[in-house]
């Protein structure tokens, strides 16, 4: 077992010629990529983090199809296709891989991981060695969505792997993305890298991971977790919920005291 965070992608880049007017290379992300001419990944966990369209799940998507794996997820054995929403920047990303291999992988999308448990049904009742034992033995499909994504964090991902993950907090409540986050901290630990996309402010306190945030003008820096953009506004909101209301709703004076759990 490994004592130290691993990596396996050092540096993604992205092919010379694209056309950066069009989708999905006008992304403040991927505008962002050409420009830099790189994106460097540290061991362990790092997470990318952004308003809605600035292009971190593309992006995510585009990695893992550049690695191989299949768009709708799963490992990169999996080889299926319910409908094909994936963008072309897959193919036009160049990954610089290490030299150590990852034990085992796997892509996670929060919006299709009902095909990936369809797929997996289907393979096990097509014989061979079955598949869902490790996925905790029983079928993703008689958990609740969050049971599931836990069952295959905890069963599924194992030492020294590769992990992309586009927004996994989707399907989990906090106590939950707090089970994960003690996960991924294992998982770490153990040699493995992993790649999210997320909105969690509990996820992204995970002691030693790397935040990345895209801004609106498509800049992407390292910030700290104090500074990422989920953890301030959840901080201010909870702090002032009503001065928020006020803002959004137009509510004030006497109505905004009708709301009294604030």
Sequence with gaps: MASAPGRF??????????????????????????????????????????????????????????????????????????????????????????????????????????????EIERLDAAGGRPLLPAYGGVSPHERSHGEAFLDLATHRFGPSGLYLLDEPEAALSVQSCLALLARMHELAAQGSQLLVATHSPVLLALPGATILEISDDGGLEQVAFEQALPVRLTREFLEAPGRFLKNLLGTGGADANRNSWY
Excluded: C, M
């Design 9 to 118: 992608i050092r540096q993604i880049r992205l092919a010379p010629g694209v056309d950066d007017s069009r989708y999905p290379f006008s992304l403040p992300a991927v505008r962002q990529l050409a420009r830099s001419g790189a994106l460097t990944l540290p061991p362990g966990v790092t997470f990318l983090v952004g308003e809605n369209g600035a292009g971190k799940s593309t992006l995510i998507e585009g990695i893992a199809v550049a690695a191989g794996f299949n768009p709708e997820g799963g490992s990169r054995n999996f080889r299926f296709t319910t409908r094909a929403t994936e963008s072309e920047l897959g193919e036009h990303l160049v990954l610089a891989w290490d030299v150590r291999k990852p034990r085992t992988d796997f892509f996670l999308r929060a919006e299709s991981y009902y095909n990936v448990a369809s």
